[in-house]
């Protein structure tokens, strides 16, 4: 089915380890986006990228780093795993002009100990 | 600083009764106001949205109110189903030209249960 993947779904890391979160789309959207859930805190915004070839950082940034590979795979690294990072983590797509047409993938749940 | 919030962190109704899902906001360059629905172990879908422009919106058993004076919106459900529970996000996007447009800032969520 046409929409977001995203890998792996599970993961767990020692404090100092550094992974890479993947996502890719099919929808031919341009832009993408990668979100955190955590308990009583709602969704919050990583990074995103408006369009190929950019990216920008959003609301909590710190300690990841993002690469827009092409149209379709907008991946999340973490370079330093940290306790703070354990989370589900969430990648968005939005069609253009589609200020509801968010799709997302169905999250990656880190545990870093 | 939370700009959109859900301050109901629960709410549990009986089958065929009235949900009603809560939401405030404080940025007043929102403009465009979103629930989102989410299941376990996937990723929120999009249920309704209001435009700025507009008080009210209904989509089969789903309804959202907007009160800008307020900066306030609900989500109501008519009749609630067991299926309808789930964990309900509301979400707001600035408009065109702002920092906010094209992201979505999240409230913390409200999970309803419904009961049969």
């Known amino acids: 089915n046409a929409g977001v993947t995203q890998t792996p779904k599970f993961q767990v890391l020692k404090t100092g380890q550094s992974m890479t979160l993947q996502c890719a789309q099919d929808?031919?959207?341009?832009?993408m986006y990668w979100y955190r859930q955590d308990p009583g805190m709602g969704l919050r915004l990583i990074y995103y990228s408006a369009s190929e070839g950019t990216t920008d950082k959003g609301e909590v940034p710190n300690g990841y780093n993002v690469s827009r590979l092409n149209k379709r795979e907008f991946s999340l690294r973490l370079e330093s795993a940290a306790p703070s990072q354990t989370s589900v983590y969430f990648c968005?797509?939005?069609?253009?002009?589609?200020?509801?047409?968010?799709?997302f993938g169905s999250g990656t749940r880190l545990t870093v100990v | 600083d939370q700009q959109v919030k859900q301050n109901s962190p629960s709410l549990s109704v009986q089958e065929g009764r009235i949900s009603i899902l809560n939401c405030d906001y404080t940025?007043?360059?929102?403009?465009?106001f979103l629930w989102y629905k989410k299941y376990p172990a996937e990723g929120p879908t999009f249920l309704i949205s209001?435009?700025?422009?507009?008080d009210k919106n209904e989509d089969g058993r789903f309804t959202v109110f907007l009160n800008k004076s307020a900066k306030h919106l609900s989500l109501h459900i008519v009749p609630s189903q067991p299926g309808d529970s789930a964990v309900y996000f509301c979400a707001a996007s600035g408009n065109a030209g702002g920092t906010s447009y094209g992201k979505l800032t999240f409230g913390q969520g409200t999970i309803l249960t419904v009961h049969p």
């Open positions: 968005a797509s939005r069609r253009p002009g589609g200020r509801y047409g968010y799709t």
């Open positions: 929808m031919n959207h341009n832009s």
């Open positions: 209001i435009s700025s422009i507009k």
């Open positions: 940025n007043s360059m929102f403009d465009y």
